[in-house]
């Protein structure tokens, strides 16, 4: 129930390296679901991995904003990685786009076009990173599961509210069917940029705010 | 041979049309006007009615203009120079009136005190579907501190929106008459080659700041990216982080709003920078008002595609006759074209037949949208610098 009610604000947390990273894919529902399933799984291991810490240290892990912001610092760092190599590997993307396009002229007897291939690394890196960062309903399931008596409660809380938050995902498959065009990937691609660029300076000056004020 | 070396006296092309149609044309839009200020022409303060009574003229002698002459681009530019040059000199009087500064501090944020643009429209949207939360620190209704607020804007918008569609851009936005001021002021083109690519900017900005507003719970382009706080209202610099967002605001306004359309002669900040502009592009899709190409007058001299302030046409897109996406409506292709070939067409109704009757039809919707905004603020703005002067 809190996945579900919190869902809306998970969608938007994750929704500046969702977008982009959906629109530079291929267009097609099966690519899409493909990649989705990566990415979210990756999401779920990222969760299980957070509730199984959380759930070691107990609250002292949320205890202070300061403590945590080392590592926000870091994983939007990465994510600002994730997302500028996604968009230098535009042309790849470009490549894959144009042999999912029917061709003009279809000659008798030709072998069958070959399906877009698209890799799963990017999927997993990014769905893990958006797993691990903190977000508001993040942390209220994280206080939450540090109260658990066993590390098996805290895993199965933590999946069950990843459920719920993955619910507000699939609406997002529906750009599955939206025509890629060398412009719109082009916009994909700049989009991922400046978000990367965001990432970037928001990681940055909590890293750099961390390191003057400790 | 000595009659031959005399050059001819250069005929002036005849009028498009005869001063009593012209007159006759314009009869509505002043009417419209008169109305429109009314109220302000009754209310006590000599500044206020000198400012509503040059308001009416100044909109109704633009129209009659654009009647007698044909163009449309040349006498809407000084309307929309004139609102883009006004409208920061009443805001900021307004702002100082009000709080004694340009400066917004995080109190009258948190009170609701922050006027609303329909800039923020964009980024409100998904917060709103996902968690029916406006994330803008305004009032949703008006208040006597604040008429701009939220529904007062929104209303506003759709209003002009669905009848103009982009041409929003070109007619009723306070913000893009500064640039074309400066581009309006160079002779020659000094940068030529520009990018096609970067015409794809606004969406991309678009699609950021729109997934980024729902992710921090903030109206991200306002606290950011806006050129225009530079010269109406900026977050109080307090620490290193407002000293940053003036530092952005003041460069992006120095360079997109001043330089590069200087440098360009094209509206740059509109053309390659603004996401409400693209948001905005949309709602050409349904409005009824576009330019199209006649292809049989077309001869490809490419006049168009070099008048065009924002780089809505390319060779392609005059190839099949229309303009891109991203076209405002401004009028500059069609007032450009020597051929005749780029004319107003209504959807629905054959290409370059009877196109001066798209045209009209067109333009009274504009114009009666633009006195009704852009004039008021022309008025107010007039009424202020008349406030300063020490005449009585």
């Not at chain 1, 999401?43 to 070691?56: C, D, K, P, Q, V």
């Not at chain 1, 989009?191 to 961390?210: N, R």
């Not at chain 2, 022409?41 to 009659?64: C, D, E, K, Q, Y």
């Not at chain 2, 099949?320 to 409506?329: A, F, I, S």
Request: some cysteine; overall charge positive.
């Amino acid at each position: 129930m809190l996945g579900l009610a919190t869902g809306p604000v998970c969608i938007a947390s994750c929704g500046p390296v969702v977008l982009p990273w959906m629109l530079v894919q291929p267009r097609g529902v099966r690519v899409h679901a493909r990649q989705m399933t990566l990415f979210l799984g990756a999401r779920l291991a990222g969760y299980l991995l957070f509730a199984s810490l959380i759930w070691m240290a107990g609250a002292a892990i949320a205890r202070t904003w300061g403590e945590q912001s080392w590592m926000v610092g870091a994983v939007q760092l990465l994510l600002a990685c994730g997302l500028l190599i996604y968009a230098a590997g535009w042309p790849h993307a470009h490549c894959a786009v144009a042999r999912s396009e029917p061709p003009g002229l279809v000659q008798i007897g030709a072998a069958p076009a070959e399906p877009p291939q698209t890799r799963p690394t990017g999927a997993v890196a990014l769905g893990f990173l958006t797993g691990i960062n903190l977000c508001p309903p993040f942390l209220v399931a994280g206080v939450r599961v540090a109260q658990l008596p066993s590390l098996a409660n805290a895993l199965a809380f933590f999946a069950l509210f990843f459920l719920g938050t993955a619910v507000w995902f699939m609406p997002l498959l529906s750009l599955s069917v939206v025509r890629r065009t060398p412009s719109f990937l082009t916009v994909a691609r700049m989009a991922a940029v400046l978000l990367a660029c965001w990432y970037g300076f928001s990681g940055a000056s909590l890293l750099i705010e961390k390191a003057i004020y400790g | 041979m000595a009659s031959a070396a005399i050059p001819h006296p250069k005929r002036r092309p005849p009028p498009f049309r005869t001063v009593g149609r012209s007159v006759l044309l314009t009869l509505p839009i002043a009417l419209w006007a008169l109305l429109m200020f009314t109220p302000t022409l009754r209310s006590p303060g000599l500044n206020h009615h000198i400012g509503a009574a040059a308001a009416v003229l100044f909109m109704t002698l633009l129209f009659f203009l654009m009647m007698r002459t044909g163009k449309t681009y040349r006498w809407r530019r000084y309307f929309f120079v004139t609102l883009g040059f006004l409208f920061p000199v009443g805001f900021i009087a307004s702002l100082i009136h009000l709080r004694g500064s340009m400066s917004i501090s995080l109190e009258h944020m948190l009170g609701g005190d922050t006027p609303f643009c329909h800039m923020v429209i964009p980024m409100i949207l998904i917060p709103a579907a996902l968690t029916r939360t406006v994330i803008f620190p305004g009032s949703i209704l008006p208040t006597a501190t604040n008429p701009h607020s939220v529904a007062v804007m929104i209303g506003l918008w759709l209003a002009l929106t669905l009848v103009l569609g982009k041409a929003w851009c070109s007619y009723a936005c306070f913000f893009g008459g500064i640039e074309e001021g400066f581009a309006a002021l160079p002779k020659h083109i000094r940068i030529r080659k520009i990018d096609p690519r970067l015409r794809l900017v606004p969406w991309a900005l678009l699609i950021a700041v729109a997934v980024l507003s729902a992710a921090l719970f903030e109206p991200v382009y306002c606290m950011w990216l806006c050129p225009f706080k530079a010269v109406t209202e900026f977050p109080a610099v307090t620490g290193v982080k407002t000293a940053i967002q003036m530092g952005i605001f003041v460069a992006l306004f120095v360079g997109l709003v001043v330089v590069l359309p200087f440098l360009t002669k094209k509206r740059t900040q509109c053309g390659f920078f603004c996401p409400f502009g693209a948001f905005q592009s949309l709602f050409n899709k349904i409005n009824l008002f576009e330019i199209r190409f006649d292809r049989t007058k077309c001869a490809d001299c490419t006049l168009c595609q070099t008048a065009c302030p924002t780089m809505a046409l390319s060779a392609e897109s005059i190839r099949e006759g229309k303009t891109l996406l991203n076209c405002m409506k401004c009028g500059a292709c069609v007032d450009s074209c020597k051929k005749h070939a780029a004319v107003w067409h209504l959807k629905g109704t054959p290409v370059a037949v009877k196109p001066e009757r798209a045209r009209l039809l067109f333009l009274y919707g504009a114009w009666a949208l633009a006195t009704m905004l852009g004039g008021s603020i022309i008025a107010n703005s007039l009424a202020t610098i008349l406030g300063f002067l020490p005449i009585r």
